[in-house]
């Protein structure tokens, strides 16, 4: 405590002794303050640092924002296969959400349009791939995306696209589509994928390589979703029992909307059952509501191959 003034002494005319012992008692005050103050302050530091030392990781909430993420770009993992003579085809594969190695999990193969070709393995991913990455869809249906890229002056499938006419199924298939059959051929040996669960989908360019390829391989896939292309009527017969789900707008000025109804008709002549959407008043582009759809996704992986057999996994 300070020492009291005695009563009538002013300040000044205080005895030197006097005055020497207030002094003390201030400085001793002052020091007791700033210690106190310091003391308390180390104090809750450690508090602080205890309680964020001790505390447990938030583990879930750090996998629930990675989860979230959404952008094909990095959901998606950049990937090369070397074929034979050299050609390599670059793609994108995207893995199943919460993968169990004890499990099988559909392979959906999906095939970009003629404005997406090049060599920089991202242009592929701008259009459907993102619809693929959504959370929740991932998590009611977890599977392997394949998004190969097609290199720039090269088809899925060697049509002329510019001709009129009946489609014609080409004596053999192009570089590309060779490559990526490869990349899934490969992956069927060495992934957790259910053999009877391989789908595959594609607008336009990668439209027309999507009936290219069920044409090539009929008691392969379990589905197909061709957006905006076209194939040759004359392979209905083989064709005709893969489920398939085919889309087109009827006012498509870049691929005509015949080039979907003829090879549909075919099918449905030899006897198959396939689903068809006409989207009227709409252009080239009938992919993004196509794969928006959750219509879609429920409805292409609740197909299984109809030929089906045991699977090894």
């Excluded at 007791?32 to 001790?54: D, E, G, P, Y």
């Excluded at 009129?164 to 051929?185: F, H, Q, R």
């Excluded at 990668?206 to 008691?219: L, V």
Aim: hydrophobic share 40%; aromatic share 8%.
């Amino acid at each position: 405590m300070q020492t009291p003034l005695p009563s009538g002494f002013p300040r000044n005319q205080l005895p030197l002794k006097m005055r020497l012992k207030r002094f003390e008692s201030l400085d001793n005050s002052r020091f007791n303050m700033k210690t106190t103050l310091a003391i308390a302050s180390l104090l809750f530091l450690n508090l602080i640092c205890v309680q964020a030392f001790c505390q447990e990781p938030k583990v879930n909430e750090t996998i629930t924002k990675a989860q979230a993420t959404e952008d094909p770009a990095k959901m998606f993992e950049p990937r090369e296969f070397a074929g034979e003579g050299g050609k390599v085809l670059k793609y994108r594969l995207l893995k199943p959400l919460g993968y169990n190695p004890n499990k099988s999990y559909p392979l959906v193969i999906f095939l970009h349009g003629a404005g997406e070709r090049g060599d920089d393995n991202l242009a592929q991913l701008k259009h459907g791939m993102a619809d693929f990455c959504k959370t929740a869809r991932r998590e009611k249906n977890p599977c392997y995306v394949i998004a190969p890229q097609c290199p720039t002056g090269e088809k899925w499938a060697d049509i002329d696209w510019a001709a009129e006419g009946v489609i014609k199924l080409p004596a053999e298939a192009s570089d590309s589509m060779k490559l990526t059959l490869a990349v899934v051929d490969a992956m069927l040996e060495d992934a957790a994928i259910d053999k009877n669960r391989v789908y595959i989908t594609g607008l336009s360019m990668g439209g027309y390589g999507t009936w290219d390829a069920i044409a090539r391989r009929p008691e392969f896939f379990a589905a197909a979703v061709p957006i905006c292309g076209g194939g040759d009527p004359s392979t209905a017969a083989k064709i005709k029992n893969i489920p398939i789900s085919c889309f087109h707008g009827d006012q498509d000025k870049a691929v005509a909307v015949e080039k979907s109804r003829l090879i549909i008709n075919a099918i449905k002549e030899a006897g198959g059952s396939p689903l068809y959407k006409e989207y009227p008043g709409v252009g080239h582009d009938s992919w993004t509501q196509t794969y928006a759809n959750d219509a879609t996704h429920d409805w292409l992986f609740a197909q299984r191959r109809i030929q089906a057999q045991p699977d090894a996994k």
